[in-house]
């Protein structure tokens, strides 16, 4: 039997993946897989493709493939998700993070442009990724990050301790639900809460509904914008004067969410669009006082 090459098992991968995912899905699934277990690139599947693969990586390599064939997120697979031009830890403890919540980060960089010193909440930090990409992002940052899941915490500590920011990120074990207000303590509040509606599970993926947490997922079709309630009504007690609240936002809810805000005491609320053109985004500033 001729020894595997890169060529010939990135064409295997997309034979094995091609039936669960599609062959589009199924080819960057393949390149994912490569890169993260042998560090092999688009380039190197191009370029040195006739280069041997070792037994071990090739035997490493269709194990994963197995998994996610079988209906397991690649994230999950190989055991890390890529978010703002970083590798973080992800296991079914927490969501895999997601390019919209990328954008929630440039939102809140953008508009802090040039400042520093910002003292940073992130409610329901889950893999640590917003707390994580802002305190390596904003100048001297510092960042309290809550989460009610133990697991999704240890695993966000990790996260900050490979990234380097473990000084600058706090996390802590809070309920959202529960949270006692801090007088104006903070700069920036920032939250992707759970959003889906449990009516929207039918439509969803089954590789999510059956392994990324449902409780970081889905509210009551009732009472969609509960978590946001509860944090905005924090929220307008713990922000300092003239400073803002970012949200990631179901679509379908959008207007009921500017009204939430204008409802709370916000100021300049604004809905803005994801990179697909859908309403994603919620910021509102805590007045000054007169």
Known sequence: MSPATI???YKELQETLTPALGQRE????????LEDVRGITQSDIIVNGHRTVEDLTLEKIRGIAAKVRDGEPVQYAIGTARFYGMDFA???AVLIPRPETEGLVDMIV??????RDLRILDCGT????????????????RVDAIDISDAALALARENASTLKVAGSVNFKKEDIM??????????I?????PYIAEKEAAAMDDR?????????????DDDPLVFYRKIATYAIKSLKAGRRIYFEINPLFADGMKRLLTDTGFADVDIQRDYIGRNRYASATKPTVK
Not at 26 to 33: L, Q
Not at 110 to 115: A, L, S
Not at 126 to 141: E, H
Not at 209 to 219: Q, R
């Open 7 to 9: 060529s010939s098992v």
């Open 110 to 115: 953008n508009d802090h442009d040039g400042r």
């Open 178 to 187: 529960t949270l006692e207000a801090a007088p104006q303590e903070y700069d």
């Open 126 to 141: 889950g893999s640590g990724c917003i707390a994580i990409a802002l305190a390596r992002t904003l100048p001297f940052a």
């Open 189 to 193: 509040i920032v939250s992707n809460p």
């Open 26 to 33: 199924a080819t960057a699934a393949a390149r994912v897989i």
């Open 90 to 92: 992800v296991t079914p």
């Open 208 to 220: 999510v509904k059956s392994f990324e947490p449902s409780t970081a997922l889905f509210v009551p």
